[in-house]
């Protein structure tokens, strides 16, 4: 393999190799109906090709991408199951085989990803499709990205699931047809907020860097909790409910999510403490190359000092099928992470996906947790009913 056909791994890329953010994002597909291999092992073959990251492996060093010769036989399991013995607990079944997955390394002598098909009946599919892939291999956009291409809408199977592409309308859009001095006094109103919160912001994370600690509870971890194994839950609460309160409130979908997650935590974690710092870090994508050691460090070192990380990523619109399997959910999680609790979200099909990634041996009892998101969701709602702002 020449040097020309090498490519150098992104900074981001390098900060997910490097030894202390080694980690791995699980993709859990519900199907309505039972999944054939010989459909998935076929489309791959045809696809996987056109995908990069996907038909790259690393070089020994780790620094750059190669072009590598896929046997997609090698990365696609299809265990056997035996009915009897799951029984009727088929989404405990399910939930033991992914969390035994986060205890097994990727080969990293082939691309860093996996498919895993489990054709066992759970209470919201017929079988469970897994993607375990490897976090500098993309993030949760570009899986989406990679889904909706090789996807197609359930009642228009004629179309890629690729949406159109929607223009949002600001607000100083909206000011437009206002008169110049309404419209200056936002423009200033709004600088001058964004330049406070962007320094306030800014003070927050140097302190966190150097010193802010959060206040030390389980859910903190620690450097083992990183290579404990994971579980992995998922509920699902509605997105009409979070779009009703976003437009009551004129906030983002992102804002409902941190408020109903940071209620949620706050009824959970109340039972436990009387009072306590506690932060979620809600990470964003940064480009410009500061180097990997120095990016690795400003990533880490921060997530080191906080209790969770959560995370929002935009769906499919539309209920989506892959040759001809059509989809029930998606839910995004990873680990690899030294917090005891992630929390990622994920909209799909009119619905909004909550799946959380736990430590086990910290958290006993996540579904409390769904709980409290489900309830603190209820009470946003209410409250907003009682001022007559629904």
């Given at each position: 393999?020449t040097d020309?056909?090498?490519?150098p791994?992104s900074?981001?890329?390098r900060?997910?190799?490097?030894p202390?953010?080694?980690?791995?994002?699980?993709?859990i597909?519900?199907?309505?109906?039972k999944?054939?291999?010989d459909?998935l092992i076929?489309?791959?073959?045809?696809n996987v090709?056109?995908?990069?990251r996907?038909?790259t492996?690393?070089?020994?060093n780790?620094?750059?991408?190669?072009?590598?010769?896929?046997?997609?036989?090698d990365?696609?399991?299809?265990p056997?199951?035996?009915?009897?013995?799951i029984?009727?607990?088929?989404?405990g079944?399910?939930?033991?085989?992914?969390?035994?997955?986060t205890m097994?390394?990727?080969?990293?002598?082939?691309?860093?990803?996996?498919?895993?098909?489990?054709?066992?009946?759970t209470?919201?599919?017929?079988?469970v499709?897994v993607i375990?892939?490897?976090?500098?291999?993309?993030?949760?956009m570009?899986l989406i990205s990679?889904?909706?291409?090789?996807?197609h809408?359930?009642l228009?199977?004629?179309?890629t699931?690729i949406?159109?592409?929607?223009?949002?309308e600001?607000?100083?859009h909206?000011?437009?047809k206002?008169?110049?001095?309404?419209r200056?006094?936002?423009?200033?109103c709004?600088?001058?907020t964004?330049?406070w919160?962007?320094?306030?912001?800014?003070?927050?994370?140097?302190?966190?860097v150097?010193?802010l600690?959060?206040?030390?509870?389980?859910?903190?971890?620690?450097e083992?909790?990183?290579?404990?194994?994971?579980?992995?839950?998922?509920?699902?609460?509605?997105?009409?409910?979070?779009?009703?309160?976003?437009n009551?409130?004129n906030?983002?979908?992102?804002d409902?999510?941190?408020?109903v997650?940071?209620?949620?935590?706050?009824?959970?974690?109340?039972?436990?403490?009387d009072?306590?710092?506690?932060?979620?870090?809600?990470?964003?994508?940064?480009?410009?190359d500061?180097?990997?050691?120095?990016?690795?460090t400003?990533?880490?070192?921060?997530?080191?000092n906080l209790?969770?990380?959560?995370?929002?990523?935009?769906g499919?619109?539309?209920?989506?099928?892959?040759?001809?399997?059509?989809i029930?959910?998606?839910a995004?999680?990873s680990?690899?992470?030294?917090?005891?609790?992630?929390?990622?979200?994920?909209?799909y099909?009119g619905?909004?996906?909550?799946?959380?990634?736990?430590?086990p041996?910290?958290?006993p009892?996540?579904?409390?947790i769904?709980?409290d998101?489900?309830?603190s969701?209820?009470?946003?709602k209410?409250?907003?009913?009682?001022?007559?702002?629904?």
């Amino acid at each position: 393999m020449t040097d020309e056909e090498e490519e150098p791994l992104s900074p981001m890329a390098r900060v997910f190799q490097s030894p202390d953010v080694d980690y791995c994002v699980v993709t859990i597909m519900g199907f309505k109906t039972k999944i054939c291999p010989d459909v998935l092992i076929d489309a791959l073959k045809h696809n996987v090709s056109k995908l990069p990251r996907f038909s790259t492996k690393l070089t020994e060093n780790g620094a750059k991408w190669i072009e590598a010769k896929i046997n997609v036989q090698d990365h696609v399991a299809v265990p056997y199951i035996d009915p009897e013995e799951i029984g009727e607990d088929g989404q405990g079944f399910v939930d033991d085989y992914i969390s035994r997955l986060t205890m097994i390394p990727l080969d990293r002598s082939r691309p860093l990803w996996d498919i895993h098909i489990l054709n066992v009946k759970t209470s919201d599919a017929e079988a469970v499709g897994v993607i375990r892939s490897h976090h500098s291999l993309g993030d949760g956009m570009s899986l989406i990205s990679l889904m909706l291409a090789c996807t197609h809408k359930t009642l228009d199977p004629q179309n890629t699931a690729i949406p159109s592409l929607k223009r949002r309308e600001t607000v100083l859009h909206g000011l437009r047809k206002q008169g110049w001095f309404l419209r200056l006094r936002c423009t200033v109103c709004s600088i001058a907020t964004l330049l406070w919160n962007t320094l306030v912001d800014m003070l927050l994370l140097l302190a966190t860097v150097l010193f802010l600690k959060d206040t030390k509870t389980p859910l903190t971890g620690g450097e083992d909790t990183g290579r404990n194994r994971k579980r992995f839950y998922h509920r699902v609460i509605s997105l009409d409910d979070i779009k009703l309160i976003k437009n009551a409130m004129n906030m983002s979908i992102n804002d409902v999510l941190v408020g109903v997650t940071q209620a949620a935590l706050s009824r959970y974690l109340s039972r436990l403490y009387d009072r306590l710092r506690f932060r979620a870090a809600c990470a964003v994508n940064l480009r410009s190359d500061i180097g990997f050691k120095a990016a690795a460090t400003l990533f880490n070192q921060p997530v080191k000092n906080l209790t969770a990380c959560v995370s929002n990523v935009v769906g499919p619109m539309d209920e989506i099928s892959f040759r001809g399997h059509p989809i029930a959910y998606i839910a995004f999680s990873s680990y690899g992470h030294s917090q005891a609790l992630l929390v990622h979200y994920i909209s799909y099909a009119g619905k909004m996906m909550i799946s959380l990634a736990v430590d086990p041996t910290i958290i006993p009892n996540p579904h409390k947790i769904c709980d409290d998101m489900e309830q603190s969701l209820k009470a946003m709602k209410a409250a907003l009913w009682e001022r007559g702002l629904l």
